[in-house]
């Protein structure tokens, strides 16, 4: 579970960092944008699980 | 969960953040943000037997156990300040970063008001 999601954050990073440069190089500069937007969405939808599941840790450890 | 598998862990998310960072910064923070909450599901996992320690063997007479609880809740508060700071240290907004720090630190003291009443309170039935 922990390892493969670090990955997963990356490989979009990556994906989309690369998709830009090719669509900005076809001048196709507003579909860059989108593809960054949907890749942030795509990356902060993990991360809120994770934290989520990291703060609910916590509060029933802790007894919050 | 061995302390080789968090270091290895820490590493790995760290290239990937340095691969990352140049091309579009956001994806380095959400990166180095997942890396730092992978490794403290790891850790937390300790705190069980730390906390059955304390609660079983803490129960000295005169201390009665729920400054126990008021320290675990204080420990859980500053454990999540504190990753939630050094991330917004990390992605370079260093003022947001103080403003949870300080929001930790008064929620902490009020926490901690109760046991600073009952020590006032020692003190004065020592020296009245």
């Known amino acids: ?64 | 969960m061995n302390i080789f598998q968090i270091v290895v862990i820490g590493i790995v998310g760290v290239l990937l953040v340095l691969t990352v960072k140049e091309k579009n910064p956001e994806f380095a923070l959400g990166t180095s943000l997942i890396t730092g909450a992978v490794i403290l599901v790891a850790v937390i996992t300790r705190f069980d037997g730390i906390f059955d320690f304390l609660n079983r063997y803490m129960t000295v007479d005169g201390f009665n156990s729920d400054y126990i609880k008021i320290l675990m809740k204080i420990l859980g508060i500053a454990y999540v300040t504190q990753f939630g700071a050094e991330i917004c240290k990390d992605a370079g907004a260093a003022s947001v970063a103080s403003k949870i720090e300080l929001a930790g630190k008064v929620i902490i003291l009020s926490y901690g008001i109760p046991i600073i009443l009952s020590l006032l309170d020692t003190v004065r039935g020592i020296l009245g």
């Open chain 1, 1 to 64: 579970m922990e390892i493969d999601l670090i990955f997963k954050i990356a490989s979009v990073g990556i994906i989309v960092a690369v998709l830009n440069t090719l669509l900005k190089n076809s001048n196709r500069d507003e579909q860059a944008m989108m593809v960054t937007i949907a890749g942030l969405i795509i990356v902060l939808m993990v991360i809120a699980k994770e934290i989520s599941s990291l703060f609910s840790a916590v509060r029933n450890l802790f007894n919050l």
